[in-house]
């Protein structure tokens, strides 16, 4: 008989817990959980001259990649319950590299396609550093990150990118050594990114390339991205930064965020 009543402690045990779960007081309506001080946008709004707004002229017509960004609109309406309803849908045609981007393992040939990422790469807390007083090039000293660095971590760089002027000039970038990339890739970070044009200096486009590094290791590799000065004052925060899921894709658009503690 006891052996029966001891066989039945478990499901008294659980009873007695949802009893009890379900007289304690119901949750404050104002308490969210979790509520970042402030979510920073590291995107840019998507116009037809994004890419030539962020790359230049001379660069964009170096590479062959002369072609705007596209918004085919069509409207239509529709009949619903003796009225009509008007609305629009649209075909977009973007350069996917020309603006806050991702890239894909494929973009440097070292793999697949966005859709090889598992999507836990594009989030993760996010460590950022200043490196706008560095001379272009491959300046920014792996002593930077030694130490500061955890694996897991997403790692933005600060490099005070200014987009060129005039119709002849090239991006001029500020990126890290060969040395430093290679330490962050094998940590390994979550994810890595620049404001600036490019992760490699166009002046010095020697091997391990910078894209190399990271991408053959199924890091994803964001550039372009905007307002990342305005994270240098913060120290706990976590990026979000996911593109679209596109087959084969090398590289996208997208939108990423962060959220402030």
């Known amino acids: ?30 308490d969210h959980g979790f509520a970042p001080s402030e979510v920073v946008d590291l995107g840019a709004l998507v ?27 069509i409207e239509w309406t529709f009949p619903m319950d003796g009225h009509e309803v008007n609305g629009s849908n649209a ?46 090039g491959r300046s920014v000293p792996i002593e930077v990150f030694e130490g500061s660095v955890k694996p897991g971590d997403v790692v933005l760089i600060f490099t005070r990118y200014s987009p060129p002027q005039e119709d002849d000039e090239l991006p001029e970038v500020i990126t890290v050594t060969s040395e430093a990339a290679e330490y962050l890739a094998l940590l390994p970070v979550r994810a890595y990114g620049t404001d600036s044009f490019s992760v490699e200096s166009l002046g010095d486009l020697t091997m391990p390339s910078i894209h ?50």
Not at 49 to 55: F, G, K, N, Q, Y
Not at 113 to 120: A, Q
Request: glycine content about 10%; overall charge negative; hydrophobic content about 40%.
């Open 91 to 136: 075909y977009y045609t973007l350069f996917n590299h020309g603006g806050p981007h991702v890239d894909a393992p494929n973009h440097m040939g070292v793999g697949g396609g966005l859709d090889s990422y598992p999507v836990e790469v594009f989030s993760g807390p996010l460590k950022v550093f200043d490196a706008s007083s560095y001379p272009p």
């Open 212 to 261: 190399h590094s990271l991408l053959s290791r199924g890091i994803p590799v964001y550039e372009q991205l905007f307002n990342v000065g305005r994270l240098l004052a913060h120290d706990r925060m976590f990026f979000v930064g996911a593109p679209l899921n596109i087959e084969g894709g090398d590289g996208m658009i997208v939108r990423p965020v962060v959220l402030v503690q």
């Open 47 to 73: 116009t037809a001259d994004l890419p030539e707004r962020v790359w230049g002229m001379a660069f964009l017509h170096q590479m062959g990649f002369t072609r705007p960004n596209e918004f085919d609109v």
């Open 1 to 30: 008989m006891r052996a029966t009543n001891f066989s039945l402690w478990p499901m008294v045990v659980v009873v007695f817990a949802v009893v009890s779960c379900s007289r304690s007081e119901a949750p404050d309506e104002t």
